[in-house]
């Protein structure tokens, strides 16, 4: 095998590596902050028990550092490792990582351990190839000694180990054992791409069986000895409190054992789940909403709006973008108004905590494991380290899981906390919300009113631009805020104050007003809003500079090769130069393009859009292309621009959360209606071919959606729409 | 209560307006069954009952005694039910998977209705089965793919 470094890798020290893991994680227990930056910029060392153990059946146990919530990862994690490992792909198993930032903590997310900002891969492409490489190394020493031949001699193929001169052969089961009597090598070998077996190829997902069958297990279906079933009535606004509550209608319901207070409401404890439902039910509580949230969506827009008047604080400047917009031929403007939404994952929020003499142990899909270890260890006064974490399969997140406050996690453990010392203390619990619960207990999309202005020149061309967007951080309503530097949250700007394009001058300013909404980042964070506003807004300055938009967005990527080679493929596979066929008729179509970098992808898409004769609309087909660095499993890199594309065109159709006096007024699947089988148009990607290390995945073909279908839109005749979701009438 | 899941005579100590959802979750232990929404909107708990998709989530236990409950755990127990999980493997389906046996409980019970679906019969067939991971184009196709496979 050559060496994809001549030189070979040095291992970090397991010391120096513990010494960086023991430090972050005393920055999450003191004030449950990190800081800005953590300690965790070290190169990952080669520590093959950590990811990969050999069971004496000849299975691969991968042992996954980061959450499935469908995503791929555990394909892609286990696709690096067996790899390098040369293990064959049938034999491998996957594990979930136990609560360990030491080990485990990503060097992406400021090395606390956790999956977010599509970095799986960025993070695990060395560590998880440099784990299969030491392994397969110390297998080839176990037979090298067994049967006292050179170890150069020895290869390996799909799970087994060779000696082709003497025609000896062993499975990995077979030398398990004496392969972990070997040291772990100080120097590693990776493959270099055109030795790849698995990576790049479209390898089935390894979690298919698992969810086909009904088999896979979601924490939803996590069942202990002694469990109890948890609902919790939640406040009816933002920041009531429980006045008082009566339970005796609730503790008469069959099933039923027990009813307690906890900071976010009171929870209602039975054997199943339809007996604490019906319990719930009976309960009565009163509120005090004296200090609630009592605005309306109005109100908020309309304190935005005036907020959008003035200026901000400034996230980017470049020349004077005043004063070119005073001296421009042609001045554009255009205002945004973009709602919260709700992640609505298809399984609805649920943790299962047991606390028990030997501590406490949790059952979660979980997403942040550092700060979710560290919740709950401060709440039960352990050592984090006693705080253990079992991650499941999660069934969608797309951010919600993921919550510096911990705020499902707590809620779970306060009402364990409540039950302690009582006659029901020490049982496990399964804190179960229901879809109204999650639908309505926060943690949004925030809410953004966007404003631009753009000058042009005589020949057309952009030589101001400004952008100021109103609305919450997200860093900055976290525990985390101490990452907000200089009043600019990245939750906000990014995907806006890091354009491509080369404007003559630019300024970005941004206002984040504190509203008691919670909010979070949802699938693309900053990018869901910022490629919207920025995309149509070129379209509508190529339609005043009589440009075409295709031909305009060239022009101001002109030196971003790899941006213009994404644009270009889009093109070229939409057949951008040729006319859109016609549709059926009465109907009109249209074609629109956007695209954004997210996440470190760069991602195109143009989508076709029929308009019939009563105001309706449908989006027929998208067209994508993405370059994501090199595609681990291509499949799955298509598989996630299809859902980015869903997921985004939901929201653009129909998503939106409103508050009616600081109640929400939607609640479940009917009144905050989702995307649906008849709506998905048909996806075709197409991946540029690379062989950088990976980028994001998960979230960047989200981005361009909306854009590309408004621009299509728009195209098509329809007004631009300067609202979302979209109503054309 | 006796009931009848995947060819089995199962009992469970319920009331009779116990949804089937949650007497087959939560006392016979067939997890694979999903609760999404608890109003019949999103189909992650379709089940068959004689043969016909229900939500579970809105089918009181008590109308389930006398019929045939068949759950995503017996799906591979008729050739159909294994075309339709054969063809989501093939073609990688699932995402977070959290909706995919309500999908391919209504996938079966639509090839079992219509054994050569159009594309339009799929979409007004599955309009009622949620996918947040929007993996609806590939259920389209493996529908396609099952529906197209040899009877065995």
Same mark, same amino acid.
């Given at each position: 095998m050559e060496s994809i470094d001549s030189k070979g890798i040095v291992n970090l020290s397991r010391r120096q590596f513990m010494q960086g893991g023991a430090a972050l994680t005393l920055g999450i227990l003191l004030g449950r902050a990190l800081p800005a930056q953590a300690a965790a910029a070290a190169a990952p060392a080669a520590e093959p028990a950590a990811y990969v153990r050999i069971g004496a059946d000849n299975s691969v146990t991968i042992i996954a550092q980061h959450l499935e919530m469908g995503q791929g990862t555990y394909t892609g994690l286990a696709t690096l490792l067996a790899d390098e490992m040369d293990a064959a792909w049938s034999q491998v198993r996957m594990e979930g990582a136990p609560a360990d930032a030491a080990r485990y903590g990503n060097r992406k997310m400021g090395g606390m351990q956790g999956t977010g900002g599509s970095t799986a891969m960025a993070n695990s492409w060395e560590t998880m190839r440099r784990a299969g490489a030491a392994a397969r190394a110390m297998l080839v020493a176990a037979a090298a000694k067994q049967w006292d031949v050179p170890r150069g001699t020895i290869t390996v193929r799909e799970g087994v180990v060779l000696h082709d001169p003497s025609g000896r052969r062993a499975n990995f089961g077979e030398l398990a054992a004496a392969a972990a009597r070997e040291s772990v090598p100080e120097r590693l070998f990776l493959k270099n791409p055109h030795e790849f077996t698995l990576i790049g190829k479209p390898l089935a997902r390894i979690d298919n069986r698992d969810k086909v069958t009904g088999a896979a297990r979601y924490t939803q279906d996590v069942k202990l000895p002694g469990m109890l079933v948890a609902l919790v009535q939640h406040a009816p606004r933002f920041g009531a409190k429980v006045a008082s509550f009566d339970d005796k209608a609730a503790r008469r319901v069959k099933g039923v054992v027990e009813v307690v207070q906890i900071p976010s409401g009171v929870a209602v404890l039975a054997g199943d789940f339809w007996s604490a439902r019906r319990g719930r039910d009976a309960l009565r509580v009163k /509120?005090?909403?004296?200090?609630?949230?009592?605005?309306?969506?109005?109100?908020? =827009?309309?304190?935005?709006?005036?907020?959008?008047k003035q200026p901000g604080t400034v996230a980017r400047q470049d020349g004077d973008a005043d004063a070119a917009l005073a001296g421009a031929a042609k001045k554009l403007q255009v205002g945004y108004e973009f709602p919260f939404l709700a992640h609505a994952a298809m399984e609805p929020l649920n943790c299962v905590i047991r606390l028990d003499s030997g501590g406490c142990e949790a059952w979660n899909g979980e997403q942040l494991q550092s700060v979710d270890q560290a919740a709950l260890a401060e709440l039960f006064g352990l050592p984090p380290e006693r705080v253990k974490i079992n991650m499941l399969y999660a069934g969608g997140s797309f951010g919600r899981r993921a919550n510096p406050a911990s705020d499902y996690v707590l809620e779970c453990g306060h009402i364990v906390k409540a039950l302690a010392g009582?006659?029901?203390?020490?049982?496990?619990? $399964?804190?179960? /919300?229901?879809?109204?619960?999650?639908?309505?207990?926060? =943690?949004?999309?925030?809410? =953004?009113?966007?404003?631009?202005?753009?000058?042009?020149?005589?020949?057309? $061309?952009?030589?101001? /631009?400004?952008?100021?967007i109103v609305g919450q951080g997200i860093l900055a309503s976290s525990p985390f805020k101490a990452r907000v530097q200089d009043g600019i949250d990245p939750t906000v700007v990014k995907g806006a104050y890091n354009l491509p394009y080369g404007f003559g001058t630019q300024r970005v300013d941004v206002h984040m007003p504190e509203l008691p909404v919670p909010v979070l980042w949802w699938r693309s964070v900053a990018s869901s809003h910022n490629a919207y506003a920025v995309e149509t807004f070129l379209d509508q300055i190529a339609a005043a500079a009589g440009r075409d938009p295709a031909d305009l967005r060239l022009e101001l990527l002109a030196g971003r090769e790899r941006h213009l080679a994404v644009l270009r493929l889009v093109l070229e596979k939409a057949d951008w130069t040729k006319p859109l066929a016609q549709g059926a008729p009465g109907d009109k179509r249209g074609r629109g393009l956007a695209l954004h970098e997210s996440f470190d992808s760069v991602v195109a898409q143009v989508a076709e859009v029929s308009i019939k004769a009563d105001g309706s609309f449908t989006v027929d087909r998208v067209v994508c292309a993405v370059d994501c660095g090199l595609a681990i499993n291509p499949d799955v890199v298509r598989a996630q621009m299809e859902g980015g594309i869903g997921y985004g065109l939901s929201a653009a159709l129909s998503g939106a959360i409103t508050f009616n006096k600081g109640r929400v007024d939607q609640s479940n699947f009917d009144n905050y209606t989702v995307l649906r089988m008849p709506q998905m148009p048909k996806v075709d990607v197409h991946i540029v071919p690379s062989a950088a290390a990976p980028t994001g995945v998960g979230e960047p073909g989200l981005p361009p959606i909306a854009p590309a279908v408004a621009n299509a839109l728009a195209q098509a005749g329809a007004k631009r729409i300067t609202s979302l979701p979209i109503k054309l009438a | 209560m006796k009931l009848n899941v995947n060819g089995q005579a199962l009992a469970a100590n319920v009331p009779g307006d116990m949804p089937l959802l949650w007497v087959l979750r939560d006392h016979l232990n067939l997890t694979g069954t999903k609760y999404g929404c608890g109003i019949g909107q999103c189909g992650a708990c379709t089940v068959h009952l004689d043969g016909a998709p229900v939500r579970a989530c809105l089918t009181p236990a008590a109308e389930a005694v006398g019929k045939k409950v068949l759950t995503i755990e017996g799906a591979a127990d008729t050739p159909r039910g294994r075309a339709v999980q054969a063809a989501w493997e093939k073609l990688n389906v699932v995402q977070c998977g959290y909706c995919q046996s309500g999908q391919i409980m209504s996938a079966i019970a639509l090839i079992e209705s219509n054994p050569v679906p159009t594309e339009l019969d799929i979409d007004a067939a599955m309009a009622g089965n949620i996918c947040r991971c929007a993996t609806y184009q590939r259920i389209r196709a493996a529908i396609l793919e099952a529906a197209a496979a040899p009877r065995g």
């Open positions: /509120w005090d909403e004296s200090a609630a949230f009592a605005l309306s969506s109005r109100d908020i =827009y309309a304190r935005y709006r005036e907020l959008a009582g006659a029901l203390g020490g049982r496990p619990v $399964k804190l179960v /919300w229901t879809r109204e619960d999650d639908m309505r207990a926060g =943690y949004y999309r925030p809410a =953004y009113v966007h404003a631009l202005e753009a000058g042009l020149d005589a020949q057309g $061309k952009i030589v101001a /631009w400004k952008h100021r | -």
